[in-house]
C-alpha cells in the first residue's frame, strides 16, 4: 500500500524557518513525481513545489520561489520542503503527494498533512 507520512510542521515566528518531511513507502521515487501541496482556511489547496521523478524537473508556486526548497532523498523514499523567510500568508496545511506519472502532476495518492503556523 501507498503511504505517506508528512512531518515537521509546527509555529514559527515570520521569517523563520522550518523542514518538512514526508517519509513515503509502497512506492519508489524513481517513477513517480512528487510534491507538497497546502490549504489555508477558507481557501483551496494549491500546489506549492513539485519534482520530476528525475529530479531534473521542479516546479515551484510562485509566492514560494526563492523561499522553498524541495528535495528529495531516494535511498530513504523521504521528500522534503526547506522553507525560508516565512511569512503569514504561508500558514497551512502541508501535504505531501504522489502523482500517477513520472513527470506530470495528477495526484492519487496524498499524505496527512501537517499544520505550518506563521505568526507576524
Known amino acids: 500500500d501507498v503511504q505517506l507520512q508528512a512531518s515537521g510542521g509546527g509555529l514559527v515566528q515570520a521569517g523563520g524557518s522550518l523542514r518538512l518531511s514526508c517519509a513515503a513507502s509502497?512506492?519508489?521515487?524513481?517513477?513517480?513525481?512528487i510534491g507538497w501541496f497546502r490549504q489555508a482556511p477558507g481557501k483551496e489547496r494549491e500546489g506549492v513545489a513539485c519534482i520530476s521523478s528525475s529530479d531534473v524537473t521542479t516546479y515551484y508556486a510562485d509566492s514560494v520561489k526563492g523561499r522553498f526548497t524541495i528535495s528529495s532523498d531516494k535511498a530513504r523514499n523521504t521528500l522534503y520542503l526547506q522553507m525560508n523567510s516565512l511569512k503569514p500568508e504561508d500558514t497551512a496545511v502541508y501535504y505531501c503527494?504522489?502523482?500517477?506519472?513520472?513527470?506530470?502532476?495528477?495526484?492519487?495518492?496524498w499524505g496527512q498533512g501537517t499544520q505550518v503556523t506563521v505568526s507576524s
Open positions: 509502497g512506492f519508489t521515487f524513481d517513477d513517480y513525481a
Open positions: 503527494a504522489k502523482s500517477i506519472a513520472p513527470s506530470t502532476i495528477m495526484i492519487d495518492y
